[in-house]
């Protein structure tokens, strides 16, 4: 008789059930991370030995010790409640009562016009394509590097993003400017697809085991990338040596040398870029639902940010500083020269012969002033003064009260 085979470790559990759900293999490789790093935080026990207070006893030692972001903090939070939830199986509601940290709200880091133009002046040939399509579509850095030759449509003039962030497909404009310049790098990326066939490498990473349903899919010119690595490199997933695509950090490391090269000091990445494009789209009138849809946002209150961006600077609002013009110790030579708000109009000249007011006499005061036109009334202090009189009736009326009343009238 066969022995039945040992169960698969924790980290081989883990792995199967996040490609079941066709997770990314990038969260594939966080989770495997966070979940060593608790492992071995507690000395090798087993997750399902370990209770509430080990898990907060681990976010607490992120938060304190190694002083992680707070999306960091939440990455590690995500990956415990999976393991407990879907690979260990095991109920677990304290683990909804743990604390998530919330970051604070931030204004995106957004470049000028001629901060744009300068720092994609400033890459290197290899890289300066990549860097127009982040600015000139608003994808994002991983969205971009897995371009694929089928998605960019030059017909239409649109580009395809597939399986962008949350799974979702949308469609973006192909700049006109860009047309040609792409035309160019797909031709070079079909040199380097001859000669991966050439060569029999295998081909290129589909998506869902679609290779499984198509074998020729990952052969096929329509699936290779269009911005291809220059070297062969091990598929993260085991399936060998084959063709990646242009990796993210490549890029990363290439543009922070070109803001560097173009003199600028802010704390930039390619993601600003994708800012850019968002900001300068609403400085250029596009309504906000627009932006919303070429960016991919499923709220639009993520898009918003952008429009708080619109407000800073630019002369949206007039400082008081600049009112002090003219006063001591205030304003510019430049701003005094400026009018000063709701100034009044200046007076009219007056007719030849009659002096400014400031050398004109004021005629002498004469006794008893005159009197205006009209009935003439004594002041209030010769008036006689007028008595009020108020009569209360009785209740009930007297006879005296009776009697008063009959003489009265």
């Known amino acids: 008789m066969f022995s039945a085979p040992p169960p698969p470790r924790l980290l081989d559990q883990l792995r199967q059930e996040i490609r079941y759900l066709h997770y990314s293999i990038r969260t594939e490789q966080a989770y495997v991370h966070w979940v060593r790093a608790f492992v071995r935080f507690h000395g090798l026990r087993h997750p399902a030995e370990l209770g509430h207070n080990a898990v907060e006893a681990f976010l607490t030692w992120l938060a304190t010790e190694q002083q992680v972001s707070v999306s960091t903090h939440k990455q590690a939070l995500s990956a415990l ?22 970051r604070a709200p931030r204004l995106p880091v957004v470049l000028s016009h001629d901060e744009v133009a300068r720092v994609l002046a400033a890459l290197p040939d290899g890289h300066r394509l990549f860097g127009q399509l982040l600015y000139g579509t608003g994808m994002r850095l991983i969205e ?10 030059f017909e239409r003039r649109a580009i395809i993003v597939r399986e962008g962030k949350g799974a ?35 081909g290129v990473q589909v998506p869902n085991a679609l290779d499984r349903k198509y074998p020729r899919a990952p052969l096929s010119w329509a699936w290779f990338w269009v911005f291809p ?11 060998g040596r084959r063709r990646h695509h242009l990796h993210e950090q490549a890029f990363q490391r290439a543009f922070k040398r070109a803001l560097q090269a173009a003199g600028i000091h802010k704390p ?20 906000i639902r627009t932006v919303q849809e070429l960016l991919g946002h499923s709220d639009v209150s993520t898009t918003m940010v952008y429009t708080h961006v619109l407000k800073l600077g630019g002369g949206a609002v007039r400082s008081p500083v600049d009112n002090l013009a003219g006063l001591v110790g205030g304003g510019s ?9 709701h100034q009044a109009p200046a007076a009219a000249p007056m007719p030849p012969g009659i002096p400014p007011a400031a050398e004109r006499k004021a005629p002498p005061p004469t006794w008893p002033p005159a009197m205006p036109p009209g009935p003439r009334r004594r002041p209030p202090q010769a008036r006689e ?17 009776t009697a008063a009343a009959a003489s009265a009238s």
């Not at 690979?87 to 509601?93: A, D, E, G, Q, T």
């Not at 030579?333 to 708000?341: G, V």
């Not at 003064?385 to 009260?401: Q, S």
Request: include cysteine.
């Open 81 to 102: 409640l999976f393991l407990y939830q879907k690979v260990l199986r095991l109920s677990v509601p304290w683990l909804n009562d743990i604390a998530r940290p919330q």
């Open 144 to 153: 971009a590097s897995r371009l694929r030759v089928k998605d960019i449509e």
């Open 168 to 202: 979702k497909d949308r469609v973006v404009m192909l700049p006109a400017s860009l047309e040609q310049p792409l035309r160019q790098q797909l031709a070079a990326a079909h040199a380097i697809w001859s000669e991966d066939r050439a060569a029999g490498v295998p």
């Open 333 to 341: 030579p430049a701003a005094a020269t400026m009018p000063a708000p």
């Open 268 to 287: 930039a990445s390619p993601h600003t870029l994708r800012h850019s494009f968002a900001t300068h789209l609403l400085l250029s009138g596009y309504d």
């Open 229 to 239: 690595q220059a070297t062969l490199s091990d598929d993260p997933r085991g399936a």
């Open 385 to 401: 003064p007028v008595a009020a009189y108020t009569v209360r009736p009785c209740c009930p009326p007297t006879p005296n009260c």
